[in-house]
């Protein structure tokens, strides 16, 4: 069966909150993008991996930048910034950062159905 839809970032399916932030689901039948809104101060390893269980992100992310900058370190000592106005690939394993006093808003296409849920912990690699 073919299948077409749209939806408004205006009206997303389900919001999840954490601490210093926030991911706006988008149910596109079956798979979820997401919307990210992360305030000054939010660190994955401190708002993230308490609720998550796990040391590390082990989410994948391809997505765009919309708004400020994003500290990322990988499990393999790789880092980086990414900034607005620029596309990212992360794959699990990391850990990042808000840096500066500008939100980091971050449209993610990849399946974010699990992001802040202890499920993502099931997919943690060892």
Same mark, same amino acid.
């Given at each position: 069966m073919q299948a077409l839809m749209s %939806?408004?970032?205006?009206?997303?399916? /389900?919001?999840? /909150?954490f601490p210093h932030g926030r %991911?706006?689901?988008? +149910?596109?039948?079956g798979s979820a993008a997401g919307r990210f809104v992360l305030e000054p101060g939010w660190h994955w390893a401190e708002d993230m991996a308490p609720l998550v269980g796990t040391a590390s992100? $082990?989410?994948?992310?391809?997505?765009?930048? %919309?708004?400020?900058?994003? $500290?990322?370190? &990988? +499990?393999?000592g790789a880092h980086g910034v990414?900034?607005?106005? /620029? &596309? %990212?690939?992360?794959e699990p394993g990391h850990d990042a950062r808000v840096l500066g006093n500008e939100p980091v808003?971050?449209? +993610?296409?990849?399946?974010?159905?699990?992001?802040?849920t202890r499920a993502t912990a099931l997919h943690a690699t060892p």
């Open positions: %939806l408004s970032f205006a009206d997303p399916t /389900e919001i999840r /909150e %991911l706006e689901l988008f +149910d596109l039948h992100c $082990q989410q994948r992310h391809v997505g765009y930048v %919309l708004t400020g900058n994003l $500290q990322v370190s &990988m +499990d393999n990414i900034k607005a106005g /620029e &596309m %990212l690939h992360i808003t971050v449209l +993610d296409f990849a399946d974010v159905a699990a992001y802040a």
